[in-house]
């Protein structure tokens, strides 16, 4: 079963504007990771929080997590038309044996 | 730095068909993932190898089986296809512990039809 949701499943936007995605999960975690898809290819590492961490930045991305929502959310700032992709969240379940698992994922379109 | 390594790139299998598709990482990972991904279902874990000699079932391992060869290789075998296995299979290896949290690399993966 699916641990991470994710919301919206499609989302559109223009090239400037900021993009936010969010993630909700179901059990406790050590860490949840965000990670891109560029069409036809694999999947990259982004960004990751940790349970005990509430923010955390990466150049233009910033990513938050609420721990007692379970859920996190992940914002791209001045979006770029190269930020077309989608966007999976995915957590480290605590006593999962490193294990992770994924959300649906979220698909990014930025027009320029 | 090639990283995660998948082979073949495309395939296209006759139902019943058997295929053995590759995986090889040169991080010196000692875990390795297989997944798989259908349109709308994110990645499903099929079998992953938490350590060489080791290997553990994961969501969807019915069809499927693994053999973790060396630490650098993890192979998944269909022994007989079906169409229900066409979906694009990626590879991942990572480095549990430490600083690294368990971040996944991943291959460029393999799309399989399955007719």
């Known amino acids: 079963s699916q641990q991470g949701e994710e919301d919206p499943q499609a989302l559109s936007i223009q090239e400037g504007e900021n993009a936010t995605m969010n993630c909700s999960y179901k059990?406790?975690?050590?860490?949840l990771q965000w990670y891109r898809q560029n069409s036809g290819r694999g999947l990259v590492h982004l960004i990751l929080?940790?349970?005990?961490?509430r923010e955390k930045h990466s150049g233009r991305l910033r990513v938050t997590l609420d721990t007692s929502k379970k859920s996190s959310s992940l914002l791209i700032t001045a979006s770029r038309a190269a930020d077309t992709a989608s966007y999976f969240c995915?957590?480290?379940?605590?006593?999962?044996?490193?294990?992770?698992?994924f959300g649906q994922g979220t698909t990014l379109q930025v027009k320029p | 730095n090639a990283g995660v390594t998948q082979t073949p790139k495309f395939q296209v299998l006759k139902t019943g068909q058997s295929m053995t598709l590759q995986c090889a990482q040169d991080?010196?990972?000692?875990?390795m993932y297989w997944y798989r991904q259908d349109p709308g279902m994110g990645l499903r874990l099929i079998y992953y190898?938490?350590?060489?000699?080791?290997?553990d079932k994961g969501e969807v391992p019915n069809g499927y089986n693994v053999s973790r060869l060396n630490k650098r290789e993890f192979s998944l075998r269909l022994e007989s296809a079906a169409p229900s296995q066409t979906s694009v299979y990626f590879c991942?290896?990572?480095?549990?512990?430490?600083?690294?949290?368990?971040?996944?690399?991943f291959g460029a993966g393999t799309r399989l039809s399955v007719l």
């Open positions: 059990t406790s975690i050590n860490n």
């Open positions: 190898s938490a350590s060489e000699g080791t290997t």
């Open positions: 991942a290896s990572s480095e549990k512990g430490g600083w690294a949290k368990n971040i996944q690399y």
């Open positions: 995915a957590t480290d379940a605590t006593g999962n044996t490193g294990k992770l698992i």
């Open positions: 991080m010196n990972h000692n875990s």
């Open positions: 929080i940790r349970s005990n961490e």
